[in-house]
């Protein structure tokens, strides 16, 4: 999807799923939250090794009631250590 539609709703047919990335890697710098290149959050979306984080996701409808999730994860410092649970 380009960066443009980045924040459009997605229309999900029954039964249809999507992948949400949420983390990525990048070489040397460790963990970053994915946003689109053209969204400035205004603050730091790198993760800091050896610490607790909490990423909370929200999914809203027109038809469904809203759900959210909190997933926790902590960052040792290599990708042979990454703990993640929900």
Do not use: C, W
């Amino acid at each position: 999807m380009p960066d443009a539609r980045g924040f459009e709703p997605v229309t999900l047919q029954r039964e249809q799923h999507e992948f949400l990335n949420v983390l990525f890697a990048v070489h040397n710098d460790g963990l970053i939250i994915d946003t689109f290149p053209a969204f400035a959050p205004g603050f730091s979306t790198s993760l800091e090794p050896h610490k607790e984080h909490k990423l909370r996701i929200d999914v809203a409808a027109d038809n469904a009631n809203p759900t959210s999730m909190v997933l926790t994860m902590t960052y040792g410092g290599s990708f042979d250590t990454l703990a993640v649970g929900v």
